[in-house]
């Protein structure tokens, strides 16, 4: 259990630095790297959150809570990010990353319904799996065209 946690923390690091969203319209490419960092960094403190919460005495049905409100985040930002306009040469990057974090959830969901049965190795091999998984791929793949087409993801001042 312990590794699959440190897969999840390794997920969300990745997660966080290029993905998430926080509504509005981006009007260049800096803008829209400045609405990805704040969305990563609001996804990244939720999932902190729960990793803080999370361990070795935590009961199943506290990490299918868990991931349930992972997976909720990875919803919430899905639909934020769904709602940045991004520049028209990223369109199909920032699909695939919307579509990522949906996969995603549906993983946090699989992985919650297991700790609820109280499976311990459909529970591993779900999180064990979140670094392979299609959504983080599409992540992946969506985070090297951005940067292909010189879309940073920055910082913004404080």
Not at 74 to 93: H, T, V
Request: net charge positive; aromatic share 2%; hydrophobic share 35%.
């Amino acid at each position: 259990m312990r590794r699959s946690l440190i897969v999840l923390s390794v997920l969300l690091a990745l997660i966080a630095a290029g993905c998430g969203g926080s509504g509005g319209a981006a009007t260049s490419k800096d803008d829209y790297g400045k609405q990805l960092a704040q969305a990563g960094q609001t996804l990244q403190k939720t999932f902190a959150d729960i990793s803080d919460q999370t361990g070795s005495g935590t009961s199943a049905k506290q990490i299918g809570d868990r991931l349930d409100r992972g997976a909720a985040a990875l919803d919430d930002a899905a639909k934020k990010f769904d709602a940045i306009e991004p520049p028209s040469d990223a369109k199909s990057a920032h699909q695939k990353l919307v579509d990522g974090l949906k996969e995603l959830a549906g993983v946090f969901r699989q992985g919650a319904a297991a700790a609820r049965k109280n499976d311990t190795a459909s529970l591993t091999k779900s999180l064990q799996g979140l670094s392979t998984s299609a959504g983080v791929k599409k992540i992946t793949e969506a985070q090297q065209e951005l940067k292909d087409k010189g879309i940073q993801v920055t910082t913004t001042g404080k």
